[in-house]
Each structure stands twice: as C-alpha cells, then as structure tokens.
C-alpha cells in the first residue's frame, strides 16, 4: 500500500482558498487517491476522488501531476464551517481503505 | 433512508466484559471496515471484510473479533484481552465498483470503567 505523508496542520482565514498537499511517492499505476474530511465526533466523510489531471465538484478541485507522486487538495472560498480533518488516500483495487493521520484545518475570521 | 448506522452511540462496560458493537448497512455494499480513533489521532483499522462470511485483519486486531454472517451487518466484539478498548469506533462500507468511496456511520463512544 502506498505511504502519504500530509502537513500535520495548517490555519486559514475565512474566504481564503487552502490547498493541502499530499505526498505519495510509492503510488502504483492502479491506484486511485482520495480525500475525506472529518468532523470532530463524526465518521468521515467523501470529498473528492481522482486518478489524473484535474478534478472538480461542487465542494473541492484535485490537482494531480503527471507523475502523479503527489496531488493537491483546493478548497475554494473556506468558512468556518471548512475547520475539520482532512485525510488523503492511495488506494487501489481489492486494497483495504487505510488512513493516514489528517491534516487538521483550522479556518479563522 | 439508504444509510449505514451503528449502535449504540455511546457504551459504557467495566473493564474485563466483552462487548458487541453493532453496525448494519442498507447500501447493498460488499465491502465492511472497522476503525478506532483515539482522541487526536487518525483512524486505525480493525479488521475488514470484503464478502460475506470473509474477513481480514487490519492493523490493530488483537483483542478484536468480527462475523460476516450477513452482507448487512458486521458486528465487532471488544473482548477483555484488548488492554485499552475505550476509544470511538467506526464503522464504514464501501462497494469496490465505487473505487475508494465509503460511507460511514456516525460511531460508537466505548468507555470502559
């Protein structure tokens, strides 16, 4: 399974845009990456999946190069209400669902 | 509501009792994982299933037993030999058709006095 390594913590300011990267060195050509958030009390939750190139809904974009060693989650806009766990996941097909330790996103006003 | 739902929310046992948490799906999903989150840190995996009447150990099993008998349920005993059992534990599921997409429900607050 591939290793991710993400910032333990960062802090924002309401309306800012926060991009949190996700390092996976070791990812396999199958692999997919995935991000969940997380609040406090509560089961993640699915935010955005992709394997390539850019993707796009209506809460995150995912932005992955090509060698794909690496993908960067963006928040759009953030309020306090974005303040939570963000987890980023390598999984593959068959694989179990392993999580890493999160980044803890604080948003301020 | 299609959903998955644990209970019970909250599950206080003194120390030495086994205890069963329960945790059933309505989403028609193959896949089944158990988690633990200590205060502060990320989820750790229990033990998983991928089929009915199949199931793997994650990465903290010891003290831990599951049963697959059904595709909806997928029930986890804390036993008296897991030497730190209070924590909050999820529950989540997944069909591999959706790649890594789970759905989780919304935990159990185990404390052992």
């Known amino acids: 399974l591939a290793k991710t390594t993400q910032p333990i913590s960062m802090d924002s300011y309401e309306g800012q845009e926060v991009n949190i990267t996700c390092s996976h060195n070791?990812?396999?050509?199958?692999?997919?990456i995935t991000w969940y958030q997380q609040f406090p009390s509560q089961g993640p939750r699915f935010i955005i999946q992709?394997?390539?190139t850019k993707v796009t809904n209506e809460v995150a974009s995912l932005f992955i190069p090509a060698d794909r060693k690496s993908s960067t989650l963006s928040l759009p806009r953030v309020s306090l209400s974005d303040t939570a766990v963000y987890y980023c996941?390598?999984?593959?097909?068959?694989?179990?669902?392993?999580f890493g330790a999160g980044t803890i996103l604080r948003v301020k006003s | 509501d299609g959903g998955i739902t644990q209970s019970p929310k909250y599950l206080f046992r003194k120390e030495g009792q086994n205890v069963t948490l329960s945790c059933e799906q309505n989403?028609?999903?193959?896949?089944m994982y158990w988690y633990r989150q200590d205060p502060g840190q990320g989820l750790r995996l229990i033990y998983y299933?991928?089929?009915?009447?199949?199931?793997q150990k994650g990465d903290i099993a010891e003290g831990y037993s599951v049963s697959r008998e059904k595709k909806e349920s997928f029930p986890l005993t804390v036993t008296s030999a897991q030497k730190n059992p209070t924590a909050f534990y999820l529950c989540?599921?997944?069909?591999?058709?959706?790649?890594?997409?789970?759905?989780f429900g919304q935990g159990t607050r185990l404390t052992v006095v």
């Open positions: 070791n990812i396999a050509t199958n692999d997919y």
């Open positions: 996941l390598v999984w593959g097909y068959g694989n179990k669902l392993v």
């Open positions: 989403l028609n999903h193959d896949a």
């Open positions: 299933s991928q089929i009915v009447n199949d199931f």
């Open positions: 989540a599921s997944s069909n591999p058709g959706d790649r890594a997409k789970a759905f």
């Open positions: 992709g394997y390539k």
